[in-house]
DNA sequence: GTCTATACTCTGATAGAC
DNA sequence: GTCTATCAGAGTATAGAC
């Protein structure tokens, strides 16, 4: 339970800069914890002027949550492009994941673990842009079903779900300054999968 | 993302009939987003009433987190009992872990996603409870390993934790009325595990 | 675009009657 | 042990000056 995060932004006045304060307090303390006043301080301005650019509280999570979705499709889709072996690329990804979500920001982290403090409506925009994003891991399994990588009779959706887990939670507990390596997280996870799920006939 | 969970209790008095309520609401919207209004309506009582129990809102939070505790171990343990195959028991154990956390009570889902609302000394408290569960789950593995069931050279902490993160997390996308039975869930995970770290001397 | 000042609501919590 | 009544504080949000 050891949370480490990007230390506070204070250049000034754009967006991006709101954002990535607001990001690092959620993560920290929680949606419902951090008031706009907390939040305004860390970006040296006032309430009023926050309100300037998120109108409530749930616009500005919302964008953020937008941009969550934006640097972890990034950074995955680029990991996926750098190599041509479908059981190299999975390992990419999946330390990709990891990357956007422990340590290269913030956004990824109360994308996913924020999503209760959102009403019905947004929540549902986010909800989509979420199974976007997975659905792109969908293709990556299938494609390795199909090639026969991965077993027939595996279901790639349930695998998708567990293995994701096991991604999503290394968030909870990860601390840079520990034992584990995150690439060694990933490795770890990526090794069981395979070994896991790999067709026989392919076994040495 | 669909939730479910046990209908309203409205028995009447005892403790644990508020904890269940509470359990179920802080579940449903978040620790922070529950009032005490909220919590004594469901209990049909009022605020004051609550008060005379835990006094402060943290306080009930924790009652419940400890409940939680007892109640994952309970379950885990008696699955572990039930058999004296180590993959067995490994299996029954993912199963029971599941059934605990998804199905059977909201104060293991509570105890495993709110821990960021205590305060640090309640925190240091709830975490030294769970790393007492979670060291259950350390001897099984360390076990199998000394056994030679699981690979000698696997880091059995790490195992753990991934396979743990991959259990819990199915708490947030689980729907008992979906297509999966829980069941099926925790089989794949064991499955997965199993074959990714088990001895190859083992293998057919 | 940012600041000042403030309205309004809700919350956790308390005191004391019954 | 539960209810009534209420407080003090914090929170989101707004209006209007600069």
Not at 1 to 26: C, E, T, Y
Not at 29 to 42: C, M, Q, R, T
Not at 80 to 99: G, M
Request: overall charge negative; hydrophobic content about 45%; charged content about 25%.
């Amino acid at each position: 339970m050891v949370h480490q995060s990007a230390p506070p932004v204070r250049k000034s006045g754009d967006q991006d800069h709101i954002l990535a304060n607001a990001a690092r307090l959620f993560r920290r303390k929680g949606f419902e914890k951090v008031s706009l006043k907390e939040i305004a301080e860390a970006c040296d301005m006032l309430p009023g002027s926050l309100y300037y650019r998120y109108h409530t509280k749930e616009a500005l999570l919302v964008a953020l949550m937008r941009r969550g979705v934006e640097v972890v499709t990034e950074e995955v889709e680029g990991a996926f492009a750098s190599s041509n072996d479908p059981a190299e690329q999975l390992r990419l990804c999946i330390n990709a994941h990891l990357r956007a979500l422990v340590t290269d920001s913030d956004t990824v982290y109360v994308l996913l673990f924020e999503w209760r403090a959102l009403r019905p409506e947004a929540r549902e925009e986010i909800v989509a842009l979420r199974d976007q994003y997975e659905s792109f891991w969908t293709d990556i399994i299938e494609t390795m079903i199909k090639q026969g990588v991965i077993q027939k009779n595996i279901d790639g959706r349930l695998l998708r779900l567990i293995g994701l887990g096991a991604l999503n939670w290394v968030a909870t507990w990860f601390d840079p300054n520990g034992e584990y390596a995150l690439d060694a997280v990933g490795d770890l996870v990526w090794r069981v999968i395979m070994d896991g799920v790999i067709d026989n006939r392919l076994r040495a």
